[in-house]
């Protein structure tokens, strides 16, 4: 009797194909028209694309990831405009970010240092604008002092310390990467609460420059995020923890820094 072949799974060298790509993008442009979180002030809602964008690196590779989310926040921007009031600058905030700062993370013990300089620029952007720059040049009263950076550190601090400490360069990653289904699942849950608490500054603060936020609602914005963007990432973990177990038993090729 003549042996079956044995189906061998490959490794990719590059990113993953462009048709996962497209179909991922696709998929990610849908999720925008479903909210799951109304903006702090009102005007629109944050879409589920923002965790399906987080995802992306993790099934895609960094480059496969980061070109998906492209696509989706393209798509998102012409089917969803409740959740891409600003249009282009959305995408970039909404729909790329969140797989730019994932991306980062996850591969940190590759990029760190490219990461922890850009972490370090959007730590500086996260406390000067739109209060101190432009400022009072652009009618925004400086904010009450220590108060505003103390609760403005929450969302950048973390980040920033554990992306230039060994834990974050070499021990969040290689938990994120390994087959003990409990270690990589608080490496995913770790990474994806740093890497959303640092999206969450490039994208409000185009928002409270434009809208003119008030001093007070930026406050009020800070506090009402502190709860959502762990839960997110806990649901997000989650999703994402079931779809690479299935990837990996799939026999699919496999992607380069790709998590399956």
Do not use: C, Q
């Not at 600003?86 to 590759?110: C, H, K, Q, S, Y």
């Not at 974050?168 to 990474?191: K, M, N, Q, V």
């Not at 989650?238 to 799939?250: C, D, G, M, P, Y």
């Amino acid at each position: 009797m003549a042996t079956p072949p044995v189906k061998e799974v490959s490794r990719r060298t590059g990113t993953a194909s462009p048709a996962w790509i497209a179909l991922f993008g696709a998929l990610i442009g849908v999720t925008s028209l479903i909210p799951i979180f109304p903006y702090v002030g009102g005007g629109g809602y944050v879409p589920l694309l923002v965790p399906f964008s987080a995802m992306a690196p993790m099934l895609l590779g960094p480059a496969g990831g980061i070109f998906a989310s492209v696509i989706g926040g393209l798509i998102g921007m012409f089917i969803a405009p409740a959740a891409f009031p600003l249009g282009i600058v959305d995408v970039l905030e909404t729909g790329i970010a969140p797989a730019f700062f994932t991306a980062l993370m996850l591969n940190n013990d590759r990029y760190y240092a490219w990461n922890v300089p850009i972490l370090a620029i959007f730590s500086a952007f996260a406390v000067l604008f739109p209060y101190y720059i432009p400022g009072p040049a652009a009618r925004f009263p400086y904010p009450p002092e220590p108060l505003y950076i103390l609760i403005s550190a929450i969302y950048w601090l973390p980040t920033l310390v554990v992306a230039i400490l060994p834990f974050g360069r070499w021990t969040l990653p290689a938990w994120a990467r390994s087959d003990e289904p409990r270690r990589r699942y608080f490496g995913l849950l770790i990474i994806l609460v740093l890497s959303l608490y640092m999206w969450w500054n490039p994208w409000t603060r185009p928002y409270w420059y434009v809208f003119h936020y008030p001093v007070k609602l930026a406050l009020a914005t800070f506090i009402g995020y502190i709860w959502w963007v762990p839960a997110l990432s806990v649901i997000t973990a989650v999703l994402a923890a079931a779809i690479l177990e299935a990837l990996k038993r799939s026999g699919l090729p496999k992607v380069e820094r790709a998590l399956w």
